[in-house]
Every structure is written in C-alpha cells, then in structure tokens.
C-alpha cells in the first residue's frame, strides 16, 4: 500500500460508512494505491466490475477510493459506467 491514511467514514455518505462497518471489524486505510495479486490498482484506475456475455454487457468502474484493512482485503469504490458494445468496430 503506498501512501495509507486512517479511514475517516464521517467525509462519506452513510450508505459507505454502513458497507464500511459491515465490511471489516479490523482498522480501515484509505490508500492512494494497492497491490493485490499481483496487479496495481490506484485511484483513477478503470477494473472491469462486471461482464454477462462475451464482448458486450459489460461495467467498468473508475476506483473513486481505494480501502484496506493492511493486510489481504481491498475494498475499491468505484463510480460504474456501462461498455456499449459495436459490431462496426470490429476489424
């Protein structure tokens, strides 16, 4: 984790702080960026969050905020979008 400060639930909606409190009994960090599995995730960052069918009914999510508890869990916040999918696109 680079850059990790205490979670502060009280800046947040109460929905994330209900999520927050449900999540995790341990102490929660706000990070700037994360590794997890050997992948780097920081804020900004577009994940896929969803796919129903191959290449088309897919979200991605721009990680809004990143938490963790230290150790293996990360938690990210994302703002979702949907994919649209174009079968002109393809070559």
């Given at each position: 984790?680079?850059?990790?400060?205490?979670?502060?639930?009280t800046?947040?909606?109460?929905?994330?702080?209900?999520v927050?409190?449900?999540?995790?009994?341990?102490a929660?960090?706000?990070?700037?960026?994360?590794?997890?599995?050997?992948?780097?995730?920081a804020?900004?960052?577009?994940?896929?969050?969803?796919?129903?069918?191959?290449?088309?009914?897919?979200?991605?999510?721009?990680?809004?905020?990143?938490?963790?508890?230290?150790?293996?869990?990360?938690?990210?916040?994302?703002?979702?979008?949907?994919?649209?999918?174009?079968?002109?696109?393809?070559?």
């Amino acid at each position: 984790m680079e850059r990790e400060m205490e979670f502060c639930p009280t800046v947040y909606s109460e929905a994330l702080q209900s999520v927050v409190e449900n999540a995790s009994a341990d102490a929660v960090f706000d990070c700037e960026s994360v590794e997890y599995k050997g992948s780097k995730y920081a804020r900004g960052c577009i994940v896929l969050t969803e796919q129903t069918f191959y290449e088309w009914a897919v979200k991605f999510g721009r990680v809004q905020i990143l938490l963790s508890n230290g150790t293996d869990q990360v938690y990210p916040v994302v703002e979702e979008f949907a994919g649209e999918f174009s079968c002109d696109l393809r070559a």
